[in-house]
């Protein structure tokens, strides 16, 4: 609230009365109006009246009120926790209001406010569930058109399932996590099938659904999905992945994802960007890894946003087993992966009959090492090789490939921002790769796909690497390296 809201000169609150003593003095119609709003509670009722209307007495009688036949006198309200003076009598309600403060009991005199301690709420009654409206005595009608509306807008089966409520509680609150879980369980226990049997009247299925939505939502822990992002567009996406991300309590995301994709998950869903992006501090894996199984443990729906697919180079074993160690269940939603989506940018036929009949996919990295690793004797025979993360490393896996015998004029073709709008194509021979570490320009993601499948692209929207050759080495940077 802020520091110019309006402010209530009185405060709401709702008093303990069941057992308790409720004195109500005076003899006619304003001691019955608060006999009969004080009836609707469990308090024992004591009303002083040396002269009752007729009215009153057959109320008193019918209602079971302790009635003191006597004029007011101080320890008529002894050890009450309410007193309402209520005689008409301004000297009498004022000697009732002072012995009232006096004994620390709050009081309230009928039409007269500076003798007042709280005020009389006009009452929506739905028991447990009560809504109290005050008006700070300005407006006694205004109180009471309200409350006829809110009267008519709940339904009369509020009380009891509110009631129903009660009896769950402790369960509800040993057997569910605090947060989502447990609010998840009261939402559909005050809007789904408990509320609708009550409604219709029927109290033992009310009671049968309730039992059987605990049953299910206790059935029912956080879960963490690892979700591929697809390579950026955001159409892209599978339906499976854009309906979790729909249900999310919490997005983790990758630097590489778009904030479109980011932006289609549920609205008042948590976003927790983990990887580095523009400066900010990313996490390590082990932390990534212990925040998911944070958010599972807590009850959430996690989509874990990986770009791509999320096992192909996104570290996604470790954080599976993790998920597993800690005993948090996961699934796994495939996307499609940057090869995919750089051989489509070009119309490359990753498996081409009777040229190509296997894919490597790699990220070159293991090519700075001594020995060959295995994928260089397949590219020799013949197979696609798609490298990941391999902007900084074009030269090393150039070379590394002419002497391992792969002919320099195989054929190349590179991508950066593969799918989206911003794509740009590339294409050349193995001898020409080594420009691109040089390429400052190259600020997006790069896929490169190497063999002779590739000559069989379509490069019509592509330029030629050889023509930056010439271009003075840069710095590394952006999310390539
Ligand atoms: N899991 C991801 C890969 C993550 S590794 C996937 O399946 O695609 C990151 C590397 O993927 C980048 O360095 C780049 O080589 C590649 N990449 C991701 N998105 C790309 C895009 N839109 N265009 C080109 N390369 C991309």
């Excluded at 005689?87 to 620390?104: F, K, M, P, V, Y």
């Excluded at 911003?422 to 320009?441: I, K, V, Y």
């Amino acid at each position: 609230m802020t520091e110019d809201a309006p402010r209530l000169n009185a405060f709401p609150i709702f008093m303990r009365a069941q057992g308790r003593t409720v004195v109500v003095i005076g003899d006619g119609d304003e001691a019955l109006a608060k006999a009969r709003l004080l009836a609707q509670s469990s308090a024992l009722l004591r009303v002083v009246t040396a002269r009752p209307t007729p009215a009153l007495l057959s109320w008193i009688e019918a209602n079971d009120a302790e009635h003191v036949r006597a004029p007011y006198a101080p320890d008529q309200i002894e050890g009450a926790v309410m007193v309402f003076a209520a005689t008409g009598i301004e000297a009498l309600d004022h000697r009732i209001s002072n012995d009232a403060r006096a004994a620390g009991i709050p009081v309230n005199a009928v039409d007269r406010p500076d003798l007042c301690d709280f005020f009389t709420p006009a009452i929506v009654n739905r028991a447990p569930l009560a809504i109290a409206i005050g008006t700070e005595g300005a407006g006694p009608v205004l109180a009471q058109i309200v409350r006829a509306r809110i009267d008519r807008l709940l339904s009369p089966s509020l009380g009891p399932l509110a009631t129903l409520a009660n009896t769950f509680r402790d369960a509800a609150e040993r057997l569910l996590p605090k947060g989502s879980p447990r609010r998840r369980f009261w939402n559909e226990f005050f809007t789904g099938a408990p509320a609708r049997a009550l409604e219709a009247g029927n109290a033992a299925s009310a009671r049968q659904a309730a039992t059987e939505l605990l049953a299910r939502s206790t059935a029912t822990r956080g879960h963490v999905a690892l979700v591929g992002a697809g390579p950026g567009a955001e159409d892209l996406l599978t339906l499976r992945a854009q309906r979790l991300l729909m249900d999310a309590d919490a997005i983790v995301f990758d630097a590489l994802v778009p904030d479109a994709v980011v932006a289609m998950g549920r609205r008042d869903a948590e976003r927790l960007p983990v990887g580095k992006r523009k400066g900010c501090h990313s996490k390590s894996q082990a932390e990534i890894n212990a925040l998911l199984i944070d958010l599972g443990n807590s009850g959430k729906r996690v989509v874990r946003l990986k770009s791509g697919d999320p096992l192909v180079f996104g570290r996604a074993g470790e954080e599976m087993a993790a998920l597993r160690d800690a005993g948090v269940s996961y699934e796994v939603v495939p996307g499609v992966t940057a090869a995919f989506a750089a051989a489509a940018d070009f119309e490359l036929p990753l498996t081409l009959r009777g040229v190509s009949s296997s894919m490597v996919f790699t990220t070159g990295h293991d090519l700075k090492g001594g020995t060959l690793p295995d994928w260089a004797s397949l590219a020799i025979s013949g197979a696609t090789v798609a490298v990941y993360m391999g902007r900084s490393v074009a030269a090393d896996v150039a070379a590394r490939l002419i002497d391992a015998g792969l002919p320099s004029d195989t054929a190349v073709a590179v991508v950066e921002n593969a799918s989206l709008p911003t794509r740009r194509r590339f294409h050349g021979t193995l001898a020409d790769l080594p420009s691109l570490e040089s390429r400052a320009d190259l600020t997006g993601p790069v896929m490169t796909v190497i063999g002779d499948a590739v000559a069989g692209a379509n490069f019509e929207h592509s330029t030629p690497l050889a023509a930056h050759r010439q271009v003075a080495p840069a710095e590394h940077q952006g999310t390539d390296a």
